[in-house]
């Protein structure tokens, strides 16, 4: 598994493991530490792997003069395959939406034995309306980074708590206690449910994970965490 090291604005190169003639499974930005990778450090990869998969379901949150995209490159590098999902960035879940962009040969080969119809009619639709809504992409951008870096900025003020930075739509919080006994008394007194990060098993019971959501809900959960971390 990739290490988690703390998200900063202009990381290093990827700390991977010796080439090999299989292949390698990123995401980027990454999940969960929200971390993003550049994309110079990610092409010499592309030299030593046969097969690369790069899962970009965040790299919409990130504006256009910053993203790291290697949709750019799928042309020049057969072995490389970008995955990008509309149910983060558009909202979307219950439709399931999501794409590959590779190179037209492994395209063909995939179309060949891939569902007739991997997606209905009222869900290609949606898609469709989703990425041309261009004023919501804007809003979104617009809104996000200093939402974000508020959020960022109350939860590095709690006592017992260090936010990693990230540039997708939410943050990793380390914990000096339990996070199962912050989410026990977040729910009993503030009904408010953190995502406990157990389903990583490098991070254990000291890291949990928040949505950045609107000026009044990042407020309550702010509060919420500093009544009961100074309890």
């Not at 990827?14 to 930005?29: D, F, K």
């Not at 910053?66 to 042309?75: D, K, T, Y």
């Not at 891939?114 to 261009?134: E, F, G, Y």
Request: hydrophobic share 45%.
């Amino acid at each position: 598994p990739l290490p988690l090291p703390p998200c900063p604005r202009h990381p290093a190169p990827l700390p991977l493991p010796p080439s090999a003639s299989s292949g390698l499974l990123l995401n980027n930005p990454h999940n969960p530490t929200g971390r993003l990778f550049s994309r110079e450090a990610i092409l010499p990869y592309l030299e030593e792997y046969a097969l690369v998969v790069v899962d970009e379901a965040f790299m919409d949150f990130v504006p256009p003069d910053a993203e790291q995209s290697l949709i750019g490159v799928v042309q020049d590098y057969p072995n490389l395959v970008v995955l990008r999902s509309l149910t983060k960035f558009y909202s979307l879940p219950g439709l399931r939406l999501g794409y590959a962009i590779a190179h037209p040969e492994r395209l063909s080969l995939w179309q060949s034995w891939r569902d007739p119809w991997p997606v209905n009619t009222l869900a290609a639709a949606a898609a469709v309306a989703a990425v041309q809504d261009q004023e919501f992409q804007e809003l979104t951008w617009k809104w996000l980074t200093p939402a974000r870096n508020q959020l960022f900025q109350g939860l590095a003020s709690i006592p017992g708590l260090q936010p990693l930075e990230g540039a997708a739509n939410f943050l990793l919080v380390k914990s000096e206690q339990s996070v199962l006994q912050l989410q026990k008394k977040l729910l009993q007194h503030h009904q408010i449910l953190i995502r406990d990060c157990l389903s990583f098993k490098e991070l254990g019971d000291r890291f949990f994970r928040v949505a950045v959501r609107s000026d009044s809900d990042n407020q309550r959960l702010l509060k919420a965490l500093h009544s009961i971390t100074v309890d």
